[in-house]
């Protein structure tokens, strides 16, 4: 498959839902290797994330998936996206550089 995303690896915090779900499919309609969708975790979400992955294996075969859950505004979920996003990528291709982030949820850094 050839499009916008042919070969990448994206990461997509808020995935479960609305407009992260729809940048999930997206992605992989326009050739993502590898997502990285983040999730807020609870059963809700946990549920959704679920249909969505079985959703994406189902329609695009060669489409790797690895989730997360947690609060983004945390700094411990942070760097679990990141290290999940660097085994991914690993397992993908020789670099650990994010090819494109897609954030789908509000998040607010206080000071």
């Known amino acids: 498959m050839t499009g916008l995303l ?10 479960s839902r609305g407009i992260g779900r729809a940048c999930a ?5 326009q050739g ?6 983040h999730y807020f975790g609870d059963a809700e979400t946990q549920a959704e994330i679920r ?13 790797r998936i690895a989730t997360t859950p947690g609060d983004i505004a945390d700094p411990t979920t942070s760097t ?3 290290i999940v996003h ?4 690993a397992q993908l291709t ?4 994010i090819d494109r982030r897609s954030r789908c949820r509000n998040v607010r850094a206080y000071r």
């Open 51 to 63: 249909t969505l992955q079985e959703e994406v294996e189902r329609r695009f075969p060669g489409c």
């Open 94 to 97: 020789s670099s650990t550089a």
């Open 80 to 82: 679990k996206v990141w």
């Open 86 to 89: 660097v085994h991914l990528r």
């Open 6 to 15: 042919s070969g990448k690896v994206v990461c997509i915090t808020g995935s």
């Open 25 to 29: 499919i997206e992605s992989a309609n």
């Open 32 to 37: 993502a290797r590898g997502l990285i969708l």
